[in-house]
Each structure stands twice: as C-alpha cells, then as structure tokens.
C-alpha cells in the first residue's frame, strides 16, 4: 500500500507570495492533520480533516488554511507570506483520527521564504 | 494541559548497544496513546511503537520496546542492538484528548541519537 504522498517537496518563494501545499494520505485513511516544523518551535500542530471537515485547529494566524476533498486529499494554504514561514511541513493520516489510530506522516514539504 | 518532555537533546551509543531515550508526559486525561517516531535527515517521520494508557502490557515492536511506567509518567524507548542506521532524531508524541474524535498529536523536542561503530 502506497505511503502518505506530498507536494511539492521543495518550494522556494518570496515574501508576500501565497503556496498550496498538497497531501495524499493511505489508500482509506480519511484524517488528514498538518503540522509544521520549525528549529525554534519544534513541531506544532496546524489543523486536521476528517470527511472534508476540519476537526480542530492549532494557535496560527488566518494565513494559514486548509481543505479536505471528498477523495481524503488535503491542501493547505499560506497566504501573504512571511519569513518566519520557513519550515518542513508535514502531512499525516490515520483511519479515523482517534482512539489507538497510528498516524502516518508524508516526506514533508520543505518551504523557503526569501 | 497535555505536555511531553525529552530531556535529552543528544545521545551517543556504540552500535550492537542498547539505548534508552527518555520521555515524560503530563495529562489529565485517565485515557492517552503515546508513540515513538523517528526521523532521519531526510525529513520524514516514521512511526515506531504505540503504547495505550490502559494496555497491560509494555509494547515491543522489533529491536523497539517501550519501558511504560504509568505511575511515574514516563514512556522510555529502548532501541537493542543499535545499528548505524539508527541515527536519527526521535520524537515522543502523545494523541491529545484521547477519549475525543481528534488526531492531535502533542511532540516532545526530540533527541538526536547518534550510533557510531
């Protein structure tokens, strides 16, 4: 069975700019959680999608946002860019998102902001 | 508030040995799920072991076992017969509001564990 996929893998864009990220998760997997991972603040938790709902939501601005489609794919966005933006983003997914469910994460995508 | 602590930012050990990697937890919540991921330089994070607050026994997964002692808040790893390949950074995580519908996961810093031959 196919891994967690993402999209692109690497990303270099300019302050102000917008990016989509994208996030194929396990063959029948419908949660999709995003995290970011930065050397200052380690790993935080962003926003997470179950049947194209999202679930719960992390301590970050309105720039960043996210949307599950009916397949289970996800997309997050950031809009208006920022430096500080820099960081591995990472996709994960899980069967249903609770209980004993083990998540899975992609290969990240590694954003860079000039 | 959930809370995981690795107190250890670096760990070194001689392939074939064994390493243990600390972790701490802090929870209210009588129902959790810790796990072990490990991640190479590469980025990706890939899952090792899970252990359940209500699970009788310790988890062993391979080389991978976690030393659970409840009492005391802790879920070590215990990774025998180290190899090169192990080198990598580790991260202790635990699913927030485990009784809930929600797949939050709350990260440890991580160790880096280096095994040299």
């Known amino acids: 069975k196919a891994g967690v996929t993402q999209t692109p893998r690497y990303l270099i864009k300019t302050r102000g700019q917008q990016v989509t990220l994208s996030c194929s998760p396990i063959s029948g997997h419908r949660s999709v959680s995003w995290y970011q991972q930065t050397p200052g603040q380690g790993l935080q938790f962003l926003f997470e999608y179950f049947s194209e709902t999202q679930r719960n939501k992390g301590n970050f601005p309105g720039r960043f946002s996210g949307r599950q489609f009916s397949n289970s794919r996800s997309e997050m966005n950031v809009s208006t860019l920022e430096l500080g933006d820099s960081a591995l983003y990472l996709c994960?997914?899980?069967?249903?998102?609770?209980?004993?469910?083990?998540?899975?994460f992609g290969p990240g995508t590694r954003l860079t902001v000039l | 508030a959930q809370k995981i602590t690795q107190t250890q930012p670096g760990m070194f050990v001689q392939e074939k040995e064994a390493v243990t990697l600390d972790c701490t937890y802090d929870?209210?919540?009588?129902?959790?799920?810790l796990f072990w991921y490990k991640q190479p330089s590469s980025g990706e994070m890939i899952f090792l072991i899970y252990q359940g607050s209500y699970d009788q026994q310790n988890a062993t997964e391979g080389r991978y076992s976690l030393n659970f002692q409840k009492a005391r808040k802790s879920a070590n790893l215990v990774i025998s017969a180290s190899q090169l390949g192990d080198s990598a950074m580790y991260f202790c995580?635990?699913?927030?509001?485990?009784?809930?519908?929600?797949?939050?996961?709350?990260f440890g810093t991580g160790t880096r564990l280096q095994v040299f031959p």
């Open positions: 994960a997914s899980s069967l249903v998102g609770s209980g004993t469910d083990t998540q899975y």
């Open positions: 929870t209210s919540d009588p129902s959790y799920g």
């Open positions: 995580a635990m699913r927030e509001a485990y009784s809930y519908n929600t797949d939050k996961l709350i």
